[in-house]
């Protein structure tokens, strides 16, 4: 089930429950059910799925509430608040400072569209007056640094990178030493999607990212939170971008990574151009979802 069909089902049930004359047990059941099939048709994680439908019941105690409650509204705010619960990390990220030199180095499996979410994300703060500059440390792909070179060559923004040198760790160092020089604010460091190498990179860079962020294609489904922990457990990751959202994915399974990254969600991507990139807030998301 894509996004969109995911707030409709979840609207719906809310609405088929506000319609019943009496809202007892069986109608507040049913349409709990409703959301739980939604859910995990979208591949938000079972457990997620599972502790949501839990607290909304302990939090609509149908008994407890005097015959002067408006249960509708109850109820339809704790599933929005539940919601939200899932998408929230409960922290905020690090954010950048402009003016203040921050490396940010992106990590996620190759395909995830990391290449491309680097450049949007320094395209992004370029048009917010930051200075950024972008650096492949993936000496892993052949023509990774040619991808870049051509993204950033396009937005014009300072790259670095190297055909003959197969240490990321010395191209990451020499490339933030450049920019840091130059006076830019916000120095990506975009890598090869290899926990190992990005362990190392992280380990050893002279000057440690200020941020690490985990991109993370929203196709991938179920598989979604594994992947999240595994990077998670290499290398420090504090946000998350999900990508594609534009497409036929299901989204749940990579939103849903939060809880696995504990990291959260700080972008999105809806399409290949530069500028197809949205700020990620939980609760106008949730409240566009449910329509
Ligand atoms: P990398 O291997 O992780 O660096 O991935 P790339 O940046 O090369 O992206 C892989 C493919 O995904 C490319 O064809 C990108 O154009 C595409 N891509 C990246 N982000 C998005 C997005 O938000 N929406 C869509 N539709 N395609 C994307």
Redesign the pocket.
Not at 269 to 272: A, R
């Given at each position: 089930m894509v996004l969109a069909q995911l707030g409709g089902s979840i609207s719906r049930a809310l609405q088929q429950m506000s319609n019943a004359t009496v809202i007892d047990e069986k109608v507040l059941n049913e349409c709990l059910n409703e959301i739980t099939r939604a859910l995990l048709q979208s591949d938000v994680q079972f457990k997620l799925v599972r502790d949501m439908q839990t607290n909304i019941k302990k939090i609509v105690n149908l008994e407890d509430l005097a015959a002067g409650h408006n249960k509708r509204k109850i109820i339809q705010q704790a599933v929005f608040n539940e919601l939200c619960k899932i998408l929230d990390a409960g922290k905020p990220s690090f954010t950048p400072k402009k003016g203040k030199p921050s490396v940010v180095m992106f990590v996620?499996?190759?395909?995830?569209?990391?290449?491309?979410?680097c450049t949007k994300y320094a395209y992004y703060h370029q048009k917010k007056g930051w200075k950024p500059a972008l650096v492949c440390a993936d000496t892993f792909r052949a023509g990774a640094f040619d991808?870049l070179k051509q993204n950033a060559t396009k937005a014009k923004i300072p790259f670095y990178g190297s055909y003959m040198e197969s240490d990321p760790v010395k191209i990451a160092v020499d490339g933030v030493d450049r920019f840091k020089k130059e006076n830019c604010d916000l120095i990506i460091v975009d890598t090869s999607?290899r926990h190992k190498q990005e362990a190392a990179l992280f380990e050893e860079m002279r000057q440690k990212p200020d941020l690490v962020i985990f991109?993370m294609d929203s196709s991938i489904g179920q598989a979604a939170f594994d992947q999240a922990q595994a990077f998670k457990q290499s290398v420090a990751v504090g946000a998350v971008i999900v990508?594609?959202?534009?497409?036929h994915a299901k989204g749940g399974g990579a939103l849903s990574a939060v809880a696995a990254t504990k990291s959260p969600v700080i972008f999105i991507?809806?399409?290949?151009h530069m500028d197809?990139f949205e700020v990620f807030d939980v609760k106008p998301f949730v409240s566009r979802l449910l329509g």
């Open positions: 996620g499996l190759q395909g995830s569209g990391k290449t491309t979410t991808q999607g991109v990508t594609k959202m534009d497409g991507g809806t399409g290949e197809e």
